[in-house]
């Protein structure tokens, strides 16, 4: 089992509210992805924070946010919810440059958006 | 633009016959093609990835260049092997370096 947990595990919300996600890197971990999963479909990369920068984005409007803290937590924030916006929500972390590089995922956060 | 294209949704064979899950992609350089599989209940987990050239439970991927494919493969299916896999592919540089394009999954059903 890795390091990388999720909080909370599921949340409801309505349409036009905030939300906020967040995850817990393995430790050590210097780089930590975002992904949405939408029922039936594979993830898709939200984005990706680098020692606290954002390090590279998918397809995804500006109302999806996210930081990167020292002690490799972060967050993800999506603003004025929409239906579409339900999904499974995968953090993944990993240690840019080392020799495995391997990307580990937590569990997700289950997001209902009524 | 990268694709990772994974043609069945759903594979059912039964317990001791092959069991070969495709994956096709294009990308505009040398690519980084992974397999992860996720259990019931459990978290997305890296099966195996192409530059180790190692098996893992079993399973085989060869990465084709000139078919751009890279089908996972297992000669003798036992029933726990039932599970979502997903085929993606890596950015091996950029912006983006690091970020993982999947596949829309194969559920693999290994009946008794």
């Known amino acids: 089992e890795t390091g990388v947990t999720q909080s909370p595990t599921h949340l409801i919300k309505t349409r036009g509210q905030q ?3 967040r995850c817990s ?8 992805s ?3 999963q939408a029922l039936g479909q594979g993830p898709q990369f939200i984005f990706q924070y680098y020692r606290e920068e954002e390090n590279g984005r998918g397809n995804f409007p500006p109302r999806f946010s996210g930081l990167q803290f020292p002690n490799y937590s972060s967050e993800l924030n999506v603003n004025a919810l929409e239906l579409d916006d339900s999904a499974l929500y995968l953090c993944a972390s990993r240690l840019r440059d080392s020799r495995t590089d391997t990307q580990y995922f937590g569990p997700g956060t289950r997001l209902t958006v009524l | 633009a990268q694709r990772v294209t994974q043609p069945e949704k759903l594979l059912s064979v039964f317990k001791g016959a092959p069991v070969e899950l495709k994956c096709n992609y294009s990308y505009s350089g040398s690519p980084e093609l992974f397999w992860y599989v996720q259990y019931s209940r459990q978290r997305l987990q890296l ?3 192409h530059i180790s050239r190692e ?8 990465l084709n260049k000139g078919e751009t494919s890279f089908h996972l493969k297992k000669p003798f299916a036992q029933e726990e092997d039932s599970a979502m896999y997903y085929c993606a592919l890596r950015n091996a ?7 993982l394009t999947f596949g829309q999954g194969t559920i693999l059903t290994v009946h008794p």
């Open chain 2, 47 to 49: 099966l195996l990835r």
């Open chain 2, 93 to 99: 540089g950029g912006t983006s370096y690091g970020k």
């Open chain 2, 55 to 62: 098996s893992i439970k079993g399973f085989t991927a060869d």
């Open chain 1, 19 to 21: 939300v906020t996600l």
């Open chain 1, 34 to 36: 975002w992904y949405q």
């Open chain 1, 25 to 32: 890197s393995q430790s050590g971990h210097n780089t930590v």
